[in-house]
């Protein structure tokens, strides 16, 4: 059916062509080709923009979505594992009628498999009735007999579950799976709606639409009430598997938004049956875990024993009541497919009840009856493992030749408690906007209900997922499926609840910095050093670039050869210029040819557009991205988002080969201001606790050692210093104001060493970083709990007073051969040592005890 969107008859000339898929149930369009509704606020407001007036609105919702790194990893890719988050601008659209009918199903649901998960790791009393097969309990390798018996507070195993809902074509929603592990999506369902509000406002407040805080406020209460003792501030961490996790983005979101802290299991440690959180400051007591990873990954001493991702003796501390987990271990044990089949029968022996909202039809094929339909009925079936098995997809009858069928029912009759088939559902369709236009797309809805009190509050909206196709069946981001916000229609003034706390809860003040675990005190160092290490080489590139166009004038000359020198030294470019020398009046003073010049241009213009080469501009600015990634929880919004626009600017594709040069001067301007403003964030808006401290001391450290090489490879240990030399190491030092305010237009090469290397009042010098990294050092901890100096603090020191104690006239004297080989000496020494100085800070608080990262790492 070709159809039109229904408009007013005011906008009456213009509609947006839609043709919903025939067969399947349309989210938006009736069978008569009219408009739901419920979706007529949206259809309205659309009809009003027209396809360019949204586009416009849309171009907003991505860049949010850039700037805020909504984003998502992908397996088995190895060119670029991490993709922006694929959110479809037209939100899914569900009335208040039909909610509350998915609301109270879903809440039967959760309560009957928390109940499920009660009894079979307890008394298993289902067992014994028959109601639960044993054959779907031992076998099952999510049944984890480590924690039968394992108490758990209140007996609430669930604290968060999920549902994934499908339409089929008569209208009625199904389960099609159920997600009692450790439920993702929830972050992005609210992530979506933080950016679907942006895009629309005016539709959301007409069409008063529920809100999402008092869910979160909710799950948040709940959680804390589940602290052993239900103190009143407990300490609660999000346990991810790490940044190569698919959803680490949503961990770090949710731990964020709901304030806790962030950890990965090296970062947890079990004393005495109790966890504890490693920080700086030493082991903090641990009251809860929200588990963002699969439980038997969580114990590698009684659960999976090759686990890297988890904690050791957690079990047994959960089993002595000194820490809660949630949601509980063992609670995989019903997100198989198997157990669907037995849930009706379930819910009418524990609840009394029936299922309000039934599983798609499962056949366990461990049963003769299921097995003998199953023969006969495979091409209208999907066959699934009974069990969780990673990286087993579901298999369409419907897709297989015969010789296939045959082959995959042998299998099946070899081992038949190993499978499951589950009806094919024809998933509904709801329109997606795509190249301006509007089509159809199947849908699969999942749904959240956290835990409170003796039931369960469900989360209103929800995580829609759409398919790649029309013609794919599977919605899943890993095959290029894309999600939607989910807007349910409050049947009255919707909720103007906000997350903030409510005043009647009181807190004593504190004054305390946020917990600092040693390996995120590690990422914020070296985010302090990648950015310091970039900034150099785009100040160097920004000193070159208009100096080549000037192949007459000496002094640009001279600038250029330096310029290169100094890349060439820091490692940027292949080698250093070989320059032919003339004599005369300018002793031993190189020259370039003309030719010469469109080679240095054509390396200088690789390091900046090259995304290949890592030792580029884009490849160190990626790195960059990366760290700062890992601190998603840590980092303000604000900083992210200039670390984002800094990566953007340096990955853009190239310009025409024309237009590169002019291009590139404009990009290493944008680059310069951008990495300003995450020094002027990191000054102004960072809490001086010793996650800022860290974090300096990498930017200090670094700044060091760039501006020890800018000095080594700029003025170099001959004697001769050209005054071109000179001006572009001030440019590159940004000092070339503060030396000509005291020095006028005269260039000597002591008083630039002085400027650049012994001057404590430049914030470009050496001697203003080993100022700030002795400040920074004294302050940490082990300098605060020690009497005598521990070896970081000394070696600061240490470097600090060869400095004050160098005179630049000395430092630049020539010896008897006219080589300055003081200046060579002392930036050996600064150089050996401030390398010596990051080795024996990782040593003494990283919890990744390693060398130094050299620049080849970046």
Known sequence: MNSEIAQPEEHAGHAWPY??????????????????????????????????????????????????????????????????????????????????????????????????????????????????????????????????????????????????????????????????????????????????????????????????????????????????????????????????NETYFEHAFLARYLG???????????????????????????????????????????????????????????????????????????????????????????????????????????????????????????????????GVDPIFGNRLNEEEKKALLDRVRATPAAYVAQELVALSTAPVFESNVLEPRHLVLRVYAVASGDSYTVMPGGLARITASLNDFVASLQSGGGSKDTWVVADGPPSQFSLLRSPAERLDVSRATFDLPSRVADNLFWLGRYVERVEPVVRVARAVL????????????????????????????????????????????????????????????????????RNSMPANIHQIRRVGWLLRDRISADAWRVLNQLDRQLSSPPPPEPLRFSNAQGLLDQAVSTLSAFSGLVMESMTRGDGWRFLDIGRRLERALQTVALLRHGL????????????????????????????????????????????????????????????????LPASRSRIRRPAEARQALSLLISVQLAEARDVMAEDSEGRRANLENLLDRLTSELWSLSDTLTREYFSQAVPSRQFADS
């Open 260 to 390: 806790f802290t962030l950890v990965e299991g090296g970062d947890l440690t079990v004393r005495d049956n109790r966890v504890f959180l490693r920080t700086l400051g030493g082991l903090l007591p641990v009251d809860l875990i929200v588990r963002r990873q699969d439980d038997t990954y969580c114990d590698p001493l009684e659960l999976r024993s090759d686990s890297m991702l988890g904690v050791p003796g957690l079990v047994q501390a959960v089993r002595s009541r000194t820490v809660t987990v949630a949601n509980a271990l063992g609670s995989g044990l019903v997100e198989s497919t198997a157990p669907a089949g037995f849930l009706p029968g379930l819910c009418r022996h524990i609840l009394g009840e029936e299922l309000k909202l039934p599983s798609v039809a499962t056949w366990w094929c461990g049963e003769k009856a299921a097995l003998s339909f199953v023969e006969k009925h495979l091409a209208e079936l999907v066959i699934k493992p009974a069990f969780p098995a990673s």
């Open 716 to 779: 170099g240990f001959e004697s001769a210093t050209d005054s071109g030399q000179l001006e572009v190491l001030l440019e590159i030092g940004d000092s070339s104001i503060t030396y000509r305010s005291r020095y006028l237009t005269s260039m000597q090469p002591d008083l630039v060493l002085d400027l650049l290397l012994l001057d404590e009042a430049n914030p470009r010098s050496v001697a203003y970083q080993l100022v700030r990294l002795r400040e920074h050092i004294d302050q």
């Open 546 to 613: 208009p100096r080549l166009i000037q192949d007459t004038n000496l002094t640009a000359i001279a600038g250029v050869e330096t310029g290169m020198r100094i890349l060439a030294g820091l490692g940027f470019v292949t080698q250093e210029p070989e320059p032919e020398t003339e004599t005369g009046d300018r002793r031993n003073v190189s020259v370039f040819s003309p030719g010469h010049f469109g080679s240095l241009e054509r390396e200088v213009l690789d390091l900046i557009y090259n995304d290949d080469s």
């Open 19 to 244: 043709q919903p898929n025939e067969g399947f149930y349309d989210e938006m369009v009736a069978p008569d080709g009219s408009v739901r509704p419920h979706w007529r606020p949206l259809v309205e407001s659309l009809e009003r923009m027209g396809e360019a007036g949204f586009a416009r609105r849309w171009q907003e919702g991505r860049r949010l979505i850039h700037e805020n790194g909504t984003a998502y990893n992908v397996y088995n890719d190895p060119n670029n594992a991490e993709r922006p988050w694929p959110l479809d601008p037209l939100p899914l659209l569900l009335n208040s009628d039909e909610w509350l009918l998915i609301e109270r199903a879903i809440r039967q649901r959760a309560t009957l498999l928390n109940a499920v998960l009660t009894d079979l790791y307890g008394p298993q009393k289902l067992l014994r009735d028959r109601a639960f097969p044993a054959e779907l309990l031992f076998p099952n390798p999510a049944f984890l007999r480590p924690c039968s018996h394992v108490p758990v507070p209140g007996n609430v195993y669930l604290n968060i579950y999920a549902a994934d809902l499908a339409r089929s074509p008569d209208g009625h929603w199904w389960v099609i799976a159920d997600r009692t592990q450790a439920p993702s999506g929830a972050g992005y369902a609210l992530e979506n709606r933080l950016v679907s509000t942006r895009v629309l406002p005016d539709v959301f407040r007409v069409a008063g639409i529920q809100r999402l805080a008092a869910f979160f406020q909710t799950f948040r209460e709940a959680l804390r009430a589940l602290a052993p003792g239900r103190k009143e501030n407990p300490r609660i961490v999000v346990l991810t598997p790490g940044p190569y």
